[in-house]
Nanobody
Framework: QVQLVQSGGGLVQAGGSLRLSCAAS????????LGWFRQAPGKERDFVAA????????FYADSVKGRFTISRDAAKNTVDLQMNSLTPEDTAAYYC?????????????????WGQGTQVTVSS
């Protein structure tokens, strides 16, 4: 089992920044990919960003490219999501996820472990 504990998030004005963090513990040797997803009320869970466990490969949804940065801290066993230039359209519950055998890192159903979720609200 892998446990993921999220921190960060909150309320920010449009144009502002927030940072999310996700700490992984347990059988992390089995993890190949860490990702972030978000889900707005009444909508599906959408891919935001992903990174390899070593942090040498990163992937982003088109909607966040150039604004969000995913990063790994191997010493702390965390994956962070730095979010800049936030807009009201970024308002959602954000979830970190971990997977082992991955074909498409943008597919939520390929991730086995999930964090508890954290709310990000961007006011206009």
């Amino acid at each position: 089992q892998v446990q993921l504990v999220q921190s960060g998030g909150g309320l920010v004005q449009a144009g502002g920044s927030l940072r999310l963090s996700c700490a992984a513990s347990g059988r992390t040797f089995s993890v190949s990919t860490l990702g972030w997803f978000r889900q707005a009320p009444g909508k599906e869970r959408d891919f935001v960003a992903a990174t390899s466990w070593r942090g040498d490969s990163t992937f982003y949804a088109d909607s966040v490219k150039g604004r969000f940065t995913i990063s790994r801290d191997a010493a702390k066993n965390t994956v962070d999501l730095q979010m800049n230039s936030l807009t009201p359209e970024d308002t959602a519950a954000y979830y970190c996820a971990a997977g082992n055998i991955m074909i498409n890192v943008a597919r939520a159903d390929e991730y086995r472990y999930w964090g508890q979720g954290t709310q990000v609200t961007v006011s206009s």
